[in-house]
Structures are given as C-alpha cells and as structure tokens.
Nanobody, 124 residues
Framework: QVQLAESGGGLVQPGGSLRLSCVVS????????IGWLRQAPGKGRESVVCISNRGGGIGYVNSVKGRFTISRDSAENTVYLQMNNLKPEDTAVYYCAASWTCGSGGVVGPVEYWGKGSLVTVSS
C-alpha cells in the first residue's frame, strides 16, 4: 500500500531551523517526483518545492529560495526538507506528496498520493 509519512514538525522561533522527513512506502523514489506543499490557516495548499524522480531536477518557490533545501536518500526511500531562517509566514501544515511531474519554479504537478501533514509553527 502506498504511504507517505511526514515527521519533524513542531514549534520554532523566528530564525530557527527544522528538518522534515517524508518516508515513502509502496513505491520507490525512482517512480515519482516528490514535493512539499503547505497550507497556512485559512489558505489553500501551495507548492513549496519539488524534486524529480531522478533527483536531478529541483525547483523552489521564490519565497523559500536560499532558506529551504530538499534532499533524498533513495536507499531509505526518504525525502527531507531542511528549513532554515524560518519566518512566521512559514507557519503551516506541511504535506509530502507524490506526483508524476514537477512543474516550473517549485510547483508540484497533480498529486497522486498525499501524506497526512506535519504542523510547523514559527512564533516567538
């Protein structure tokens, strides 16, 4: 059964860092592009970053460039999102998702599978 399981969210002060993990099962990272999306309170879900199935194509939305970094460990079927210099506007539920493709500028293509989300709260 296909599953994506996020972890690593929590409460952090502005300027702090967190690392989110997404462990996938039921498929390998060679089969799908993996993206991170987030949903702030009262807002829709927006793409943050997407990494291609081969790992060579990575795109970030402008608001997180230079602060967030996506990486993968194919042997562990795990994708990570390192988030540095966090801002209050980064507060959201973060979702790991599998897609056939990545769009441009960090946009995740149509999502085939969703994780259940991990809450990141950036507040003093």
């Amino acid at each position: 059964q296909v599953q994506l399981a996020e972890s690593g969210g929590g409460l952090v002060q502005p300027g702090g860092s967190l690392r989110l993990s997404c462990v996938v099962s039921g498929f390998t990272l060679d089969e799908y592009a993996i993206g991170w999306l987030r949903q702030a309170p009262g807002k829709g879900r927006e793409s943050v970053v997407c990494i291609s199935n081969r790992g060579g194509g990575i795109g970030y939305v402008n608001s997180v460039k230079g602060r967030f970094t996506i990486s993968r460990d194919s042997a562990e079927n795990t994708v990570y999102l390192q988030m540095n210099n966090l801002k209050p506007e980064d507060t959201a539920v973060y979702y790991c998702a599998a897609s056939w493709t990545c769009g441009s500028g960090g946009v995740v293509g149509p999502v085939e599978y969703w994780g259940k989300g991990s809450l990141v709260t950036v507040s003093s």
